[in-house]
């Protein structure tokens, strides 16, 4: 038995040795080398024939762009744009510094090098085929194929085409012609393309005037436009585009193009504001923009709309949008001196007008004009929208069949504490805003805060909802995710929002709840493409019942409460005021059954890079509230819009709600009351612990986890930093206090 088993070991040893023997003998150094040439002759053969076939072409359409045309929803041009902004200026026009600020940022090797990087190009090659998108590593010479002869498009049949064609161009062009060709055809963000027009978009001055810090700013913007414009990058666009400026200058010092000395002494030469094209003025720029950047939301690249050759149409209608701007100037303009007071300097006025039925922007107010004020009022988002917030609050509390504390169901009935400063029950987050005028008022119902804008009841009922459920409510609503903390402070409207977006949230309310995303393009076609939209109509994202309580109580704010510069028997309205903190804005949002309009005044000092003032005092009225110059100018657009006025009312299907009782123990020797009945504007006398709803042992909501307060205060649009609204945790005797905002 063991010699068979031995004898078979012995085969199988054989068997391994043959086997192996013949992969050497396929294998042998000899085979394996002549593999690897033959393979290098064939791609070189390959590279040849290619080489061969592929010509230089002709400049591409890029190079040979075209203006755009907008008009209004009739068709009706609003404004052409002129030429694409380039000129072209020789290399001897440059200095010298200046141009090897662009070589030392992009290509160091490209006085030596044959005009291609062998191994980037590979690289580039390998991150196509793994789908991994755009990668550097291009010489200055394939950037200019690129640009000028050939299409953006990331594919393996372009990167070799600009492979060849760039070797070719490096033996017909001089170093000088392919760098001159390239910063001028290169594009630097603000529609700028080539070095002498954003020279002037960024700094004011010709070409020939930069000097190396300004060139250096120039040549890292290149990297990523849109991302290192310092007037619009983040902090984080803001340090990548600081570190681009270092690496650049310092690269020029490694190539012995500038003088360590002079490099420590040289500052990051911060760019000018940008300011709007020629015939952009008035509104149009600010139409103009708006139309742009929707474009760009809907996937069509910045570039390709400024290269030209699209027809956009608006949704703006002409009559209401200079309806729009005649009431601004009637109603806010007119009464304040921008010149002589200081505080009318600093008052902005943003608004934008939505049909509620179609989702579609029919008149925008950007400022008093683009060319005097680049930002946009109607779409900034770096002022707080205050109590006009609170409506989404509610919206939340009927859409989630919230509770108070003891157990009520929240309604229009539903009374509350309205005691100024009073402490929110049920929250780890202390907080007890003051109600305007630090007016007390009791037991009051939810219909009665909210035409008078109680801040101590509408503080509770975030609690009572969950701060976190509030917050989904509100971007289910349409607004966005900004500075949006999850925290009682929430009630005031502490959060970043834009007229545009507010009008989306009560558009959404005045069409039953159907989410409106308002859109200002109506078509948008060029030759090669149409861009396809979407319907600004979307799902419903509250139920109808939620939607048209809300309008039914905002009804009250017009004709009983904050909103009363709106009322008019001329059209059924309904809307809330709002007034940040310290006065910093001032809103109005509201609508009639046909029309959603926004409109907001925000304090900005035309000094300090346009920090938050208050607008305390403006046209020397004292404090300018959401309820003033906003809902009036807001009341003579919306007549004026509705061609003198309407007799379309709401159509609303809401349940009245039961008069609440609150939670107290039974009082056999005196006959059973129902505060707060019918709504009052005085302050009632102070109640008995036990008549107090909100006295009661709290009971945390099921809908509301404990919020996790941030790290970071100085994120907060509530924190210190802002000068708004803020919470920490500790004891009683440190809660927040704040003024009102109506």
């Known amino acids: 038995m063991g010699r068979a088993e031995a004898r078979r070991a012995r085969q199988r040893t054989t068997r391994r040795v043959t086997n192996a023997g013949g992969i050497r003998r396929l294998f042998t150094p000899k085979k394996l080398l002549g593999t690897f040439f033959g393979l290098c002759l064939l791609a070189m053969g390959a590279f040849v024939v290619i080489y061969v076939l592929v010509p230089v072409p002709s400049a591409n359409a890029q190079a040979e762009m075209q203006s755009n045309v907008y008009k209004y929803s009739d068709g009706k041009i609003l404004a052409r744009t002129g030429e694409v902004n380039r000129e072209i200026v020789g290399l001897e026009q440059i200095p010298q510094d200046v141009q090897r600020t662009f070589v030392a940022a992009e290509n160091k090797t490209f006085y030596k090098d044959s005009g291609v990087d062998l191994k980037g190009t590979a690289r580039g090659l390998m991150n196509t085929l793994s789908g991994k998108g755009k990668q550097g590593g291009s010489t200055i010479t394939q950037q200019y194929v690129k640009n000028y002869y050939l299409q953006q498009d990331q594919t393996v049949t372009r990167k070799l085409k600009e492979l060849v064609i760039s070797l070719k161009v490096d033996q017909k062009k001089s170093k000088n012609e392919i760098l001159a060709g390239y910063i001028n055809t290169s594009y630097y963000g603000r529609n700028a393309y080539g070095i002498q027009a954003a020279a002037q978009a960024y700094y004011g001055i010709d070409a020939g005037e930069l000097n190396v810090a300004q060139g250096a700013y120039l040549a890292a913007v290149l990297q990523a436009p849109s991302q290192y414009d310092w007037a619009v990058a983040t902090d984080t666009g803001k340090r990548l585009v600081t570190e681009r400026w270092n690496y650049v200058l310092d690269n020029m010092v490694g190539e012995h193009w500038l003088d360590p000395s002079a490099r420590r002494g040289l500052k990051f030469p911060v760019p000018h504001a940008p300011k709007a094209a020629p015939g952009m003025e008035g509104q149009t720029g600010y139409l103009v923009e708006a139309a742009n950047d929707e474009l760009a939301r809907q996937g069509v690249d910045k570039a390709a709309i400024d290269a030209g050759g699209w027809t956009i149409t608006l949704n703006i209608d002409e009559k209401r949008q200079k309806a729009l701007v005649d009431s601004v100037d009637k109603q806010l303009e007119s009464k304040i001196d921008r010149k002589e007071n200081k505080t009318d300097a600093t008052v902005q006025a943003g608004a934008t007008s939505v049909d509620p039925k179609t989702g579609r922007v029919v008149a925008l107010y950007g400022g008093v004009g683009a060319t005097e004020h680049w930002i946009s009022n109607a779409t900034r988002t770096d002022y707080q929208p205050a109590s006009t917030f609170k409506p989404v609050v509610l919206t939340s509390a009927l859409e989630n069949g919230s509770k108070t504390q003891d157990g009520r169901k929240i309604d229009l009935g539903t009374v509350y504490d309205g005691t100024s400063k009073r402490p929110v029950e049920g929250s780890d987050t202390p907080f007890n805003p003051e109600n305007e005028d630090d007016r007390d008022y009791g037991p009051v119902d939810v219909r009665t805060a909210m035409e008078d804008s109680i801040n101590s009841v509408f503080a509770q009922m975030v609690v009572d909802v969950g701060p976190g459920t509030v917050k989904r409510t509100a971007l289910a609503l349409g607004m966005r995710d900004k500075n949006f903390p999850e925290r009682p402070a929430i009630t005031l409207g502490t959060m970043n929002a834009s007229t545009w977006d507010m009008a989306g949230v009560y558009a959404t309310l005045d069409n039953h709840g159907r989410k409106v995303t308002p859109a200002i393009v109506k078509s948008a076609e060029h030759k090669d493409r149409t861009v396809k939209l979407p319907d600004p109509v979307g799902k419903q994202v509250v139920s109808r019942e939620t939607a048209d309580t809300v309008t039914h109580v905002l009804q009250s704010v017009v004709d009983n409460g904050s909103g009363f510069e709106a009322d008019t028997p001329d059209y059924d309205a309904a809307g809330k005021t709002g007034t940040s903190e310290n006065n910093k804005s001032a809103w109005f949002a509201a609508y009639t059954p046909q029309l959603t309009t926004v409109v907001a005044l925000f304090g900005e000092s035309p000094r300090d890079g346009g920090g938050q003032v208050t607008l305390t005092g403006t046209a020397n009225s004292g404090r300018a509230n959401g309820g003033g110059f906003p809902a009036r100018i807001w009341a003579a657009y919306t007549l004026a819009a509705l061609n003198g006025g309407s007799d379309a ?94």
């Open 649 to 742: 009312k709401f159509d609303l299907e809401y349940t009245e709600p039961v008069p609440d009782r609150p939670t107290a123990p039974p009082v056999e020797t005196a006959p059973e009351q129902t505060p707060s009945e019918e709504p009052t504007k005085t302050a009632p006398p102070p109640p008995e612990p036990e008549e107090t709803p909100s006295e009661t042992a709290p009971t945390a909501p099921e809908e509301s986890p404990p919020p996790t307060l941030p790290t970071d205060p100085g994120t907060d649009p509530g924190g210190p930093e802002s000068g708004g609204p803020t919470e920490a945790p500790g004891p009683p005797d440190g809660l927040l206090r704040l003024p009102a905002g109506r």
